[in-house]
């Protein structure tokens, strides 16, 4: 069943006219893909925030920065599986539809964690425990490669017109709901299990937890409706790759380009930043894990808000002050970060950045769907933001890590900018008016 809507009517841009039950229709719709998507990131993040935990049971040396690049190593081969998921779940999403791409990528994701619940360790079988460790986030890769383009795609053609901005904002609340739910859970734990239980056996239980839940998200996405038109879905080019790269290469660089920055800066300042305020700031572990519960939850809240900015002033303008500002303040908020000694500086110090990155963040999904027709759409945003992703976004904890262990922990924060000044120049590209999606629906 498809989605469909009235003619438009009204001034070019303006709110649409909507009846009530279609309102309601479309809103549920946009609930029922986000609890999906807030599972799927719920499973891949718990990794990175229960890493300070079970990487001694996976990688047994004395050196905690040694073993945290262990399993820095193995979070980023997770995003190295991205560009194939995005290719692949973008294939599906434009030929055989969005929901089924959708129900697909759930399910990898409940199967990926559910065996990493279950893993010995290396103690009980040696090099095969890292081995299997890393199989199973290549699956969780795979998977979370194929789900941000497809989510990306349903929720911005669902969005009602007019307001697509604020309602696609909620793709990254849920994905960074999936992030604070996962350090939630570490918090919680934390108050039960002392050190030694969670590093023996406490770490398994977020796993299993996000095994369960990808089942009832896997219930909810069955309820969706079809967003992708029978027509669209026939098109000889449908999904394809010569389709893609014939007719709309500039857009898929393009997009390429601002997603490596914008990837970037959103894992320093929210997974790697957890074992910054560890290793470099010295601040202790539980009070960490409050800090980026707070952050993450705050972060969270402003999505919706720059969301909905960038439906009054344009996601140009959006990702124009997103580029500038990161590329003004990183060097500043990260050194100051490394000085500071009261949490409540560092947790100020964090917003501000998380602010800056909303820019982006709120509008990512939106402002990658405009830019690609119905019949590579999937294909276009899925496959440009997980290259990037694979290469920036995975590639940051251990960057930063790698540097740290070699004495150039600043050149980090260099490397960021330099990011963030491209992200500024390649967003002079987007065009002031929408080619897609403006006018559907």
């Known amino acids: 069943m498809s989605v469909t809507a009235p003619p438009v009517s009204g001034a070019l841009g303006a709110p649409r006219a909507y009846t009530a039950e279609e309102k309601r229709h479309r809103i549920f719709a946009i609930m029922a893909a986000s609890s999906g998507n807030l599972v799927e990131w719920f499973d891949f993040y718990v990794y990175a925030f229960s890493a300070l935990y079970f990487a001694p049971a996976f990688f047994p040396k004395s050196d905690p920065t040694a073993q945290l690049l262990n399993t820095a190593g193995v979070f980023a081969a997770g995003f190295l599986m991205r560009p194939i998921g995005g290719w692949l779940f973008g294939r599906i999403a434009d030929r055989m539809g969005r929901k089924t791409s959708l129900l697909i990528s759930v399910a990898m994701m409940c199967g990926g964690s559910l065996v990493i619940a279950c893993l010995p360790t290396y103690a009980q079988i040696g090099a095969w425990a890292p081995f299997l460790l890393l199989v199973c986030r290549l699956f969780q890769g795979l998977s979370v490669g194929g789900e941000y383009g497809t989510t990306a795609t349903y929720m911005s053609e669902v969005a009602l017109r007019g307001q697509r901005g604020f309602f696609s904002s909620f793709q990254y609340v849920t994905l960074i709901g999936g992030q604070l739910l996962a350090v939630l859970v570490i918090v919680v734990m934390e108050q039960f299990l002392s050190e030694a239980e969670l590093k023996a056996w406490g770490w398994r239980i977020p796993f299993a937890i996000g095994a369960v839940a990808a089942v009832v998200a896997l219930l909810l996405r069955r309820t969706l409706h079809e967003t992708q038109t029978a027509e669209a879905r026939a098109n000889k080019e449908a999904g394809s790759m010569a389709g893609l790269f014939r ?195």
């Not at 660089?253 to 920055?261: K, P, Q, R, S």
């Not at 990512?364 to 690609?372: D, Q, R, T, Y």
């Not at 004495?407 to 002031?432: K, N, Q």
């Open 247 to 441: 007719h709309h290469k500039a857009a898929f660089f393009t997009v390429l380009g601002y997603t490596a920055g914008g990837s970037l800066i959103f894992y320093t300042f929210t997974t790697y930043m957890q074992k910054y305020l560890v290793n470099t700031v010295h601040l202790p572990i539980k009070t960490t894990s409050y800090i980026m519960t707070a952050a993450l939850f705050v972060y969270m809240c402003m999505q919706p808000v720059f969301g909905a900015l960038s439906d009054r002033i344009g996601r140009r303008n959006n990702m124009l002050l997103f580029g500038a500002l990161g590329a003004l303040a990183t060097v500043p908020i990260l050194t100051g970060l490394q000085h500071v000694t009261n949490p409540v500086v560092a947790f100020l110090l964090i917003i501000l950045a998380l602010a800056i990155v909303s820019f982006y963040t709120s509008i990512s999904g939106i402002v990658k769907a405009e830019m690609f027709p119905p019949e590579v759409r999937a294909l276009g945003v899925g496959l440009a933001y997980a290259v990037a992703n694979a290469i920036f976004g995975g590639s940051a904890e251990y960057v930063a890590l790698g540097l740290k262990s070699l004495g150039h922990e600043s050149a980090f924060y260099w490397y960021v900018t330099v990011m963030m000044v491209i992200a500024f120049a390649v967003s002079w590209r987007l065009p002031r008016q929408a080619s897609y999606l403006h006018h559907d629906h």
